[in-house]
């Protein structure tokens, strides 16, 4: 019963999306993993993240994906390793082509909004990331 709660919510959250291409403005910026969906349904969540993911895709559709450690003081660190990325709409998707030294894939954006981000990889694999939000220690 969860897991088609969970479909249904995801389906009616992104339904209102116009069009992959109104996903874009949604992409760039800093976005942590908050549950994982299995092809079988069965689902992860992830309580605390010790990364986030940063996109940064120009107005050429070609950019980068990259881990990022955060700080307590707000900064980050991180290694010089990032994942060049290529976002191409084929029928009617919104995918993004990574390319690395050591491999190369596709990942196809079902959903994204200001504060929600959903992309499946080849492996049907769903990843639901929400926005990055510094903890505030103060």
């Keep these: ?3 088609a709660i969970t479909v249904v919510l995801l389906i009616s ?3 209102c999306s116009k069009s992959p291409e109104s996903y874009i403005k949604h992409l ?3 976005w942590e993993i908050d549950e994982v969906i299995m092809p079988d349904g069965s689902k992860r969540d992830y309580n605390y993240n010790d990364t986030v993911d940063y996109f940064s895709i120009s107005d050429s559709l070609v950019g980068f ?3 990022l ?3 307590f003081d707000g900064s980050f660190s991180t290694s010089n390793d990032a994942e060049a990325l290529k976002v191409i709409f084929e029928n009617d998707s919104l995918n993004l082509y ?3 030294p ?3 894939w596709k990942e196809t954006v079902l959903g994204a909004t200001e504060s929600k981000l959903i992309i499946q990889n080849q492996n049907n694999i769903r990843y639901v990331y929400k926005r990055y939000e510094p903890i505030d220690l103060n």
């Design 65 to 67: 994906r990259k881990k």
């Design 13 to 15: 959250i992104f339904s």
């Design 69 to 71: 450690k955060p700080n």
């Design 1 to 3: 019963m969860k897991k």
């Design 98 to 100: 990574y390319n690395t």
């Design 28 to 30: 760039n910026g800093y």
């Design 102 to 104: 050591f491999a190369q």
